[in-house]
T-cell receptor, first 112, second 111 residues
Framework: SAVISQKPSRDICQRGTSLTIQCQVD?????MFWYRQQPGQSLTLIAT?????????ESGFVIDKFPISRPNLTFSTLTVSNMSPEDSSIYLC?????????FGPGTRLLVL | GQNIDQPTEMTATEGAIVQINCTYQ??????LFWYQQHAGEAPTFLSY????GLEEKGRFSSFLSRSKGYSYLLLKELQMKDSASYLC????????????FGKGTSLLVTP
């Protein structure tokens, strides 16, 4: 399976600031996704990161709040903009490989 | 849209067998996944069903009935380390290969 790393692993941020999360995969993958897991909740898809084109966002998520980059087939970033305490969550990068979806270790974000 | 239901919590005894059910209602279906998630860790892939029937993988088995919108994960010879959250997820036919997750079942294995 693909080996996925994320940076940072955790961060504490002040409200109103922005944080960019990086996701690196050890092999080229076509499909990359960003999910959010709020405390005690299951995973919610934020967007599909498309290589060479704009990300596809789910209902309730917008590009201004969660801009995404996908410059190549092994790397993507998710920015959480103008943060509020409600954005405190775990953000997970995921890739599709041979029909199965694998998850990175996640980035734990706490917004004060 | 999709509605995915699974029990919130279950408790079972070490060495026993436990079955975690998942029902779903979907406008498009392209496979059902089960993940295991320990507290503070990322989800780990357990199984994938796209056709009806039982898929067995060691102590873990997963079953799917597409006509009933029903799946279960069967864990045999339970071990303490199996205490975790088990997530049922359905892959949609639209929006690429993204997954819709249920709320997860928290399994506690007791001595």
């Amino acid at each position: 399976s693909a080996v996925i790393s994320q940076k940072p692993s955790r961060d504490i941020c002040q409200r109103g600031t922005s944080l960019t999360i990086q996701c690196q995969v050890d092999s080229q993958v076509t499909m990359m996704f960003w999910y959010r897991q709020q405390p005690g909740q299951s995973l919610t898809l934020i967007a599909t990161a498309n290589q060479g084109s704009e990300a596809t966002y789910e209902s309730g998520f917008v590009i201004d709040k969660f801009p995404i980059s996908r410059p190549n087939l092994t790397f993507s970033t998710l920015t959480v903009s103008n943060m509020s305490p409600e954005d405190s969550s775990i953000y997970l990068c995921s890739v599709q490989q041979r029909g199965t979806q694998y998850f990175g270790p996640g980035t734990r974000l706490l917004v004060l | 849209g999709q509605n995915i239901d699974q029990p919130t919590e279950m408790t079972a005894t070490e060495g026993a067998i436990v079955q975690i059910n998942c029902t779903y209602q979907t406008s498009g279906f392209n496979g059902l996944f089960w993940y295991q998630q320990h507290a503070g860790e990322a989800p780990t892939f357990l199984s994938y069903n796209v056709l009806d029937g039982l898929e067995e993988k060691g102590r873990f088995s997963s079953f799917l009935s597409r006509s009933k919108g029903y799946s279960y994960l069967l864990l045999k010879e339970l071990q303490m380390k199996d205490s975790a959250s088990y997530l049922c997820a359905v892959r949609r036919t639209n929006s690429g290969y993204a997954l819709n997750f249920g709320k997860g079942t928290s399994l506690l294995v007791t001595p």
